[in-house]
């Protein structure tokens, strides 16, 4: 099982979060980009597969202080060796998607093959009604009204043009949103038809491309957090794509791997194993002392998903085969459910012990609160992780 983690990233301590627009202090963000250089070498020497961020906008109180998360991956990339970095995920619907496959590709460049890509559908509607105006689009829960199925429409559509992008030396889309290009569009200048290509003889523009390609070949490793859509698992499966479940219910967890395996193997992939090509994503501290690493995880993963993730309605990860009503958004409750895994080194790895004999993901995808969470105790966590944890289930 890979060991893939996951930083928001929160910005300020829970003091200077919980006093309000940590966010905007330039001194926070400063203390979060030491944090995570450390943090990111040290996971590098450890022998983590990989280190991601999310991608969100507007967020002056703190939470998830990550609107670039292609910069942050370079940022790291910079400073380590071996550690892949990527993206949890770029959120595709508002995104211009050429711009978008050129930076990957550039990425992927700059880190030698070390980039791994997230694609997201986007949820937050502060930032995504204000992003995907010029898409006239918004933020969706997968909740079947219009704006949903323009929001799936229009993340397909940018999908099958990052896939041209990457896999053409030129190339031609006609969709509902985009026409590449567009049709009489004049570039009347020798030098493409005698050093490229893509332009007919009267100097018009038939097929673009873009420079450079991608480093791995095809393109990168491909991933889709945080979901348990069923439509979200069949488009992963049929495009090769690794979605990464958020939710804590086996039986819910069992029915997407299955659909998963299924679908990809009537898409032409083979018959993949239970968990293969598939990740699980946790909240994970782990200290010698379990009362210490409780204290903390609530007030970092446990605060945010209260006073965040919670009233967004994450809370139906946490839901059980047949219940209803509402459930609680408090550490005790992600705990008692299984998101949070917090402990000592044999508490985690009884937790794993049971995920494994289940489900066997390829993936676990590790959240971490740097910020709220003391940097000791996360570098300490990491290595209790890497020398404890990890062997036994590489």
Known sequence: MKSLLFYLPSVGSHSQITAGMSGTNPANYQNMLWQLTHQAR?????GYWGVSFTEHHFHIEG???????VMLGL????QTRNIRVGQMANVLPFH????????LAMLD????????VGIARGFQKRWAEIMGQVYGVGGTLSDST???????????EHWDILKKAWTNETFTHEGEQWTIPPKDLEFPYDAVRRFGRGQDETGRITEVGIAPKPFQKPYPPVFQPFSFSEDTFRFCAREGIVPIVMHTNDDVVDRLLDLYAEEAEAAGRGALTKGQSVGVMRDVLVSRDADQAHYWARRGGGFIFENWFGP???????????ETGPIGADYDTLFERGLEWVGTPDDINRRIEKLVARHSPEYLLQCQYSGLIPHEMQMRSLELWATEIAPNWL
Not at 42 to 46: L, N, T
Not at 75 to 78: F, G, K, P, R, S
Not at 312 to 322: I, S
């Open 42 to 46: 040290a996971a590098d020497e450890m």
């Open 75 to 78: 940022y790291v990339a910079m």
């Open 109 to 116: 460049h700059m880190t030698r093959g070390r980039t791994f």
């Open 63 to 69: 939470f998830e202080v990550s609107n670039n998360p």
């Open 96 to 103: 211009n998607p050429i711009r978008l496959a050129e930076d």
């Open 312 to 322: 967004m309605g994450f809370t139906e990860a946490l839901r059980r085969t047949g």
């Open 146 to 156: 219009e704006n949903d199925r323009r929001n799936r429409r229009l993340f397909e």
